[in-house]
Structure formats: structure tokens, C-alpha cells
T-cell receptor, first 114, second 112 residues
């Protein structure tokens, strides 16, 4: 089955700096890779996703890159703000069913210091 | 994005009682919903896949008789924790797939 590894587990940056979180996956058939932001006591919020036919996607300060050959994808947050502080999770589908179940990485606790 | 609503957001129950958690897709239909469990400072662990009109598919190690799932309509799935015990205390979260995969707000279950 699918296995998703996420690094780092914690990340502290200064306000205005960039933050990068990386994930690797094992199932070469995976074709959907979402990223979530989870604040304390709340459900995960989808912030950006990418499908296997695209190498990069950007939405304002957030971007995701995908390298299918190497089976890794990354989240990039630029111009970080204190409100970006949260736990971020990557995920990948098990198999090639984009509507199928997601396997999650271990999470990254991002702290943005003002 | 699509909206998934989960209710209640928190519940406290006595050991041995049952608790039902509802998950609704508010602006789209979902033939499949997913139930996750999350312990403090840990990742989301998939418990089961809820299929509209048919039986749920449980992940290995999840007791199907303890965690009853019903997906009676295209917009509603329920998770019932039966005969709850303190070790069942956790954060339960549902998810439904539209164009993307969206999550409910989660339910904090505390069994005393």
C-alpha cells in the first residue's frame, strides 16, 4: 500500500521568510496530492492540491511542486505570516483512483515568528 | 471549496454508552465518504470508507461492530461508536470528495 513520509516534523521561520515542506510517496500509481492546514481543534483545511499530470501549481503565496519520477512533492509558502502557523499535512491517493482514500504524512508544525 | 459539515463538534459520554456523529456534504453529493481518527499531535488515520447504499469498508485493525457506519444518502454518513470506552476518546473527522478532498470540522469525543 501507499506510504507517505513528510519532513520536517517542525519548522520555525521568521515572518516574511519562506517555508518549504517535503513529502515522498511510495505508490507510483498515486495521482492526486493535496495539502492541508490544520489549526488546533479543527478539521484539516484543503489549501492546495496537484494532480499527476501537472508539475507545479501556484495560488498566491502557496505553491506545490510534484516530481513523479522521484515520487516526491513539496509545499512552498512565501512571505510567511503569523497566521500561517499551524500543522500542515500532505497526502497521496492509494492507487490511481483520484476519488479513493488518502494516505497522510506525519505532519509539520509550522511556527512563524513575528 | 465544497463544504462538509460534521456534528457534533464535541461530545462527552459515559463509558458503555453509544455516540453518533453525523457528516454531511452541504453543496455536493458524495457517493463515498471517509472517516478518520486523530490522536493528539499525530496524523490522520483512516478508519473506514463509507459507501452510499452499501456496506462500509474498514481498515485493518478497526472493529466494524464497534464503529458502525451508515451512508444512507448521497449527502449523509454517520459514525456510531458503540459501547464507548475511555480509549475511544479521540478526534474523529470525516471527509468527502468533490473536485478535491474536503474535511468536516471534526468531533472531539471524550468518554468518561
Amino acid at each position: 500500500g501507499e506510504n507517505v513520509e513528510q519532513h520536517p516534523s517542525t519548522l520555525s521561520v521568521q515572518e516574511g521568510d519562506s517555508a518549504v515542506i517535503k513529502c515522498t510517496y511510495s505508490d507510483s500509481a498515486s495521482n492526486y496530492f493535496p495539502w492541508y492546514k490544520q489549526e488546533l481543534g479543527k478539521g484539516p483545511q484543503l489549501i492546495i492540491d496537484i494532480r499527476s499530470n501537472v508539475g507545479e501549481k501556484k495560488d498566491q503565496r502557496i505553491a506545490v511542486t510534484l516530481n513523479k519520477t522521484a515520487k516526491h512533492f513539496s509545499l512552498h509558502i512565501t512571505e510567511t505570516q503569523p497566521e500561517d502557523s499551524a500543522v500542515y499535512f500532505c497526502a497521496a491517493t492509494e492507487g490511481d483512483n483520484q476519488g479513493g482514500k488518502l494516505i497522510f504524512g506525519q505532519g509539520t508544525e509550522l511556527s512563524v515568528k513575528p | 471549496g465544497a463544504v462538509v459539515s460534521q456534528h457534533p463538534s464535541w461530545v462527552i459520554c459515559k463509558s458503555g454508552t453509544s455516540v453518533k456523529i453525523e457528516c454531511r456534504s452541504l453543496d455536493f453529493q458524495a457517493t463515498t465518504m471517509f472517516w478518520y481518527r486523530q490522536f493528539p499531535k499525530q496524523s490522520l488515520m483512516l478508519m473506514a470508507t463509507s459507501n452510499e447504499g452499501s456496506k462500509a469498508t474498514y481498515e485493518q485493525g478497526v472493529e466494524k461492530d464497534k464503529f458502525l457506519i451508515n451512508h444512507a444518502s448521497l449527502t449523509l454518513s454517520t459514525l456510531t461508536v458503540t459501547s464507548a470506552h475511555p480509549e475511544d476518546s479521540s478526534f474523529y473527522i470525516c471527509s468527502a470528495r468533490a473536485v478535491g478532498a474536503f474535511f468536516g470540522q471534526g468531533t472531539r469525543l471524550t468518554v468518561v
